[in-house]
């Protein structure tokens, strides 16, 4: 299952990160998402470089991907 997320102007993208990982049922109150990746520092990285980057990491077993387009996720069993 792969999901894709293009966050509006005004959401931030660490909250559409949380809606992409709630679609695939990582439930971020038992496992909270600094676990796996800073938000702070990705929003920082996000805001700060061009529109031509790529970060990817895993949150369980889903594959995340942040991109100028948005937030792309993907199971990986």
Do not use: W
Not at 58 to 70: C, D, H, L, N, Q
Request: glycine share 2%; proline share 6%.
């Amino acid at each position: 299952m792969t999901a894709a997320h293009c966050p509006p102007s005004d959401r931030k993208m660490v909250i559409e990160l949380c809606e992409a990982l709630d679609e695939h049922n990582v439930d971020l109150d038992s496992t909270p998402l600094h676990q796996y990746v800073d938000p702070e520092a990705l929003e920082r990285v996000v805001n700060s470089v061009d529109d031509d980057f790529e970060i990817t990491f895993r949150v369980e077993a889903i594959s995340v991907t942040v991109t100028p387009k948005g937030v792309q996720t993907q199971r990986r069993e």
